[in-house]
């Protein structure tokens, strides 16, 4: 009797001993999908459609920070692409905004996609540019407006420049402006508070560029 009471206590601990283990072995395969998975990347746009003088602007989200940066590609529907972008990625989700808006000069409009690499995880979006009449003035004038308003260009300089990069429609210079009398042009240094607030884009294009236009008219910007 007290041979197979000891043997039963034996079985029932082996029993014990084997339900153990097959818990922690169910367990542990439960851990290691999430604790060796692929980080996961995907990129969220808040709009699909953007206009000429808009900026683009997305969200790169992944499942893990690893330290990489993400690898940034856009291309247009022809299949012609950028160059590689590294962005850095510190957190779960990041904003990544353009820094110059779309020009017409340098995007047609059609159709266009992002593709992102991370960590061997890959994603792509798309969005359409079209062109809604926006007025959009080259990014190339805020550099030279920079230059202007901290007195590093004279008056003459600032308004050929315009002459040469803003399209015609959009701001008019009189004909008569050439290298000869650039000396002569004076625009008063108030106005350099509206090239300001453009510059900060407190005011648009299409703003900017109508304020500019009726004081060349008026002649208070002399040339």
């Keep these: 009797m007290r041979f197979l009471l000891c043997n039963h206590k034996v079985m029932n601990m082996k029993t014990r001993q084997y339900l153990l283990i097959t818990v922690l072995v169910i367990f542990s395969a439960a851990l290691l999908p999430s604790v060796y998975a692929t980080p996961t990347v995907e990129i969220l746009m808040e709009k699909t459609t953007f206009t000429y003088c808009e900026k683009l602007i997305y969200t790169i989200q992944i499942s893990e920070i690893t330290g990489e940066p993400a690898i940034i590609h856009i291309r247009d529907q022809a299949g012609k692409s950028s160059s590689a972008i590294p962005i850095p990625v510190s957190k779960l989700q990041n904003q990544i905004p353009s820094m110059i808006p779309f020009e017409a000069e340098i995007f047609p409009v059609g159709k266009y ?3 992102v690499e991370y960590a061997g995880a890959k994603d792509s979006a798309e969005f359409d540019l079209i062109d809604s009449g926006n007025v959009c003035i ?5 550099q030279v ?18 002459n040469k990069f803003v399209n015609k429609d959009i701001i008019s210079i009189p004909d008569k402006i050439n290298e000869k009398n650039l000396e002569n042009i004076h625009i008063p240094k108030w106005v350099k508070n509206i090239v300001g607030w453009w510059l900060e884009e407190k005011i648009s294009d299409n703003e900017f560029s109508q304020a500019f236009q009726y004081l060349i008219d008026k002649e208070i910007i002399v040339i």
Excluded at 138 to 142: A, D, F, M, S, V
């Design 113 to 115: 996609f992002i593709d």
């Design 138 to 142: 080259p990014i190339t004038i805020k």
């Design 145 to 162: 407006a920079f230059s202007w308003i901290n007195d590093k260009m004279s008056d003459g300089f600032f308004i050929d420049a315009i």
